[in-house]
């Protein structure tokens, strides 16, 4: 990281879950991917990188055991907090890196702390995860890959591959239309907690991955590097 002049005014915030993925990723790997894409910021980057927020909104995985919430209410007021602290101190503006598609919540905190005049931002946008789809050759689009698919098992495989366990090469589950998972959650639409292709996932394509999501962030440090006072 470079950031040991203390010259860095830009902090980066993980926020993973911990819920089920599949009986083959460990609950924590949104918190897994979350870091991994945090630590490439980190490595290209001026910034002050934080460890991750582990727990967050996975209520819709709640049919199955291991998987822990928090309320939306309070992880908005987590966030808001650390930025509070990370301003008193010094460091003016805070990239929340999130790893789980049900933190709905993260986008009010950034929209609402902007017309405060806060500097936040929330990263990756769905733009630079098909932008990173497309480089690392990640066949599934973003609406199939919903849940322990070919991405998550892919920056697993290249960035902790010790936590992945064989069973990813036969579990694909296709659920495309799910206009009602919000009401009835993850369990109406797979009995095994996966919704993706991960016997497409590999090492390489992780990698790719993450280096794309790197190159992504460059005009989100930029406008939040120009926005200061």
Known sequence: MRAADGSAQVAVLPVGSFE????????????????????????????????????????????????????????????????????RSGVGALVVVNGHGGNYVLGNVVQEASARGERMALFPAAEDWEAARERAGVATSLLTDMHAGEIETSVLLHAHPEVVRPGYESADVVADDRRHLLTVGMSAYTASGVIGRPSLGSADKGRELLASLADSFAPYFDLLTSARE
Do not use: K
Not at 21 to 28: D, E, I, N, R, S
Not at 41 to 50: G, K, M, S, W
Not at 70 to 83: E, F, G, K, Y
């Open 20 to 87: 089920q993925h599949g009986p083959y990723l460990p609950l924590a790997t949104d918190t897994l991917v979350a870091c991994a894409i945090a630590r490439e910021i980190a490595a290209a980057y001026p910034v002050r990188l934080l460890p991750p927020v582990t727990i967050s909104c996975s209520h819709e995985h709640a049919g199955w055991p291991g998987t822990v919430s928090i309320s939306a209410v309070t992880l908005h007021a987590v966030v808001n907090d650390i930025a509070a602290s990370l301003r």
